[in-house]
């Protein structure tokens, strides 16, 4: 599977319902007042932190997520049914950006960790709502409120606890590969590691560790030479860095 760390998403929260007009209509009640029911609210739409995802790449194939609008009330009283709100699987250690005002909105450091990214809208109200001692019959009711829509950068930094660094065949993935069970691919010509790898060590049962494995630095590559540095973030959250020389 193709490691994508960066993407840029739409989410768009459900609108609430609209508030219904109505009134209550049976024999031998010829003038039973109002009775319209207030709307749904609309649904929310939620990230999630999935341990089982280690990559951004669902997201290059798509970009819209909308939650459900809230129904509309009904006569007798009766309340819309809220919007369904949408929960969107993602890697833990994901940073989530509103893309417009560069503000950090969260991060999921934690196994099935949620933050809520777009809030939907509130519901409207029926005119049971506006009945009142001297308006006994009201017709006004009220839409309901529009949900938050946002564009979103997610960006992924991996979780480790000790970050491979060192120059390209320093031999690194060689390292991962002896310790762990992680198949990164070994060979003889530089670059062989493109993208980050992540090997688990285990020291029992119960006990265990988590080692990255990042592509080589060159000198130059803070200017953009070989690929770069950007791949440096991912030893951002590393407990332990280890700088292979040889």
Request: charged fraction near 25%.
């Amino acid at each position: 599977m193709k490691f994508v760390d960066e993407v840029k998403i739409r989410v768009e929260a459900g609108c609430g319902g609209k508030g219904c007009l109505s009134f209550r209509r049976e024999k031998y009640i010829p003038r039973g007042g109002p009775d319209g029911g207030d709307g749904g609210d609309g649904g929310d739409v939620v990230l999630v932190a999935n341990p089982d995802l280690n990559t951004l790449v669902d997201f290059r194939f798509k970009r819209l997520y909308r939650a459900e609008h809230g129904r509309r009330g009904e006569g007798s009283n009766c309340t819309g049914r809220a919007g369904e709100l949408l929960r969107i699987q993602v890697p833990v250690g994901t940073v989530v950006t509103e893309h417009d005002t560069r503000e950090i909105m969260g991060e999921l450091l934690e196994a099935d960790q949620e933050l809520i990214v777009a809030r939907g809208g509130r519901h409207g109200l029926g005119n049971t709502r506006f009945k009142s001692s001297t308006n006994r019959a009201p017709r006004k009711t009220t839409p309901g409120k529009p949900g938050e829509q946002h564009d979103l950068d997610l960006e992924l930094k991996l979780l480790a606890d000790v970050g491979l660094l060192g120059l390209p065949n320093a031999g690194k993935s060689t390292f991962v590969r002896a310790v762990s069970a992680a198949r990164p691919k070994v060979a003889a010509y530089p670059f062989t590691t493109l993208y980050p790898n992540l090997g688990v060590v285990s020291l029992g049962p119960d006990r265990s560790f988590v080692v990255a494995d990042i592509p080589g630095l060159i000198e130059g590559a803070a200017d953009g030479a070989g690929l770069g540095i950007r791949f440096l973030k991912h030893l951002s959250r590393t407990r332990l860095l280890l700088h292979l020389v040889d």
